[in-house]
């Protein structure tokens, strides 16, 4: 079964009594049983819901998994992939990476004696030398957040099954149309639901897929034992936003390059991060792993001031200023006091990030447009 199929029919079926073609939300808390130890698969709403077991099992599909877990929020998932370890594990990390991961990673699993590495990881093998008895994950983003840097998935999994080490990937810039980590060796792949999923800015959400059943065993009890799970309404509107994400990639994707290849031309523009431009340093990934470029680009002006940045952020009128990506809506964010304002300057300075870069989501309006209104707030 191709993508576009399976991201409308895997793992979802009409509705057993009316035979309603969209899962239902199954608003509710709890489920009557017919008898002591006697129920029809659902107990408690915490638990299970089968609005969210439908999610589940398609999100598994999309990304060529066996299981899927869906939570309350993006970071949620990654609390609960946290909670595998124990105190005195270590966490290997990319050093390009969203802001709210670098924050729990510190802030959070750092207070309970779990430790983090945050390491350069273009060249995969560099990776063993930072590995420990006392490493138990490795945490990829690709593409980074916000560099667009590229790891090469299948690098660092054998880097970690050598050492006996989990591999997570967060896939949220890529979605599972771009990009299938678990294809490459990976252990769970990890998703904000909030952005590519979703699509449509209008829900909060995180999910985890994987083939291994252990794992899937000790999340699910992770899942319920501590309860960041979502909505049935939240997992409505994911279902929903599924059910066109080949389509809206495919848009975004197309959008990105006309984006990208405008301001790699301008004369005001400095560098420009797209992942589908051939001078990419990461090119070569890209074409191995991925199966188009995506929507996020992210650029520098030649006049590489602060004051010139804010300019064109604050002047932009179809780009709209705020947090989060993956909407059908094109968004600009700064990362430096936005999404990243969590990593200390000298860190996202040490990383590459300056506090000048300008990174856009673009979204599925008429390219045209979209290049006027870059062309008028650039200047």
């Known amino acids: 079964m191709k993508f576009g199929t399976k991201a409308l029919h895997a793992g979802i079926e009409p509705e057993p009594i009316t035979g309603a073609i969209m899962t239902p939300i199954f608003q509710t808390s709890t489920y009557v049983q017919e008898g002591l130890g006697k129920h029809k698969g659902y107990e408690y709403a ?109 690098a660092v999994a054998k880097v970690a099954k050598q050492h006996g080490v989990m591999l997570c990937v967060d896939n949220t810039f890529a979605s599972p149309y771009l990009q299938n980590p678990l294809d490459w060796g990976a252990d769970i792949v990890m998703h904000s639901a909030t952005k590519y999923l979703g699509g449509h800015s209008d829900v909060v959400m995180g999910a985890l ?3 291994r059943e252990d794992l899937h065993q000790r999340l699910a009890f992770i899942q319920n034992a501590c309860g960041a799970v979502p909505s049935p309404n939240d997992c409505f509107l994911v279902l929903r936003g599924i059910k066109t994400l080949h389509i809206r990639m495919d848009r975004h994707s197309e959008n990105g390059r006309a984006v990208a290849q405008y301001l790699s031309q301008h004369p005001k523009v400095g560098k420009v991060y797209w992942i589908g431009l051939p001078t990419h340093k990461n090119h070569a990934i890209a074409l191995k792993q991925m199966r188009n470029f995506g929507g996020m680009v992210s650029f520098t002006l030649k006049e590489d001031t602060m004051q010139n940045a804010q300019r064109v952020m604050e002047s932009f009128e179809v780009f709209a200023l705020g947090e989060s990506l993956g ?51 650039i200047g």
């Open 209 to 211: 897929i994987t083939n």
């Open 46 to 154: 915490r638990t299970q819901n089968p609005t969210r077991t439908v999610l589940e099992k398609n999100l598994a599909a999309l990304e060529n998994g066996q299981y899927g877990l869906c939570f309350a929020s993006g970071m949620a998932a990654t609390d609960a992939v946290g909670k595998l370890l124990k105190t005195g594990d270590e966490i290997i990390a990319c050093d390009d990476l969203y802001g709210g991961t670098y924050r729990i990673f510190t802030k959070v699993f750092e207070s309970f004696g779990i430790h983090t590495k945050f390491v350069s990881m273009e060249d995969p093998a560099s990776i063993s030398a930072h590995i420990t008895p006392q490493t138990k994950l490795i945490w990829a983003e690709t593409p980074t957040n916000p560099l667009l840097n590229l790891i090469d998935i299948e």
């Open 327 to 377: 909407g059908v809506e094109s968004l600009c964010t700064h990362p430096a006091t936005m999404t990243h304002a969590s990593i200390p300057k000298e860190q996202r300075e040490k990383n590459g990030l300056k506090d000048t870069l300008i990174r856009l989501s673009v979204g599925i309006e008429d390219v045209e447009d979209l290049i006027a209104d870059l062309a008028q707030a």
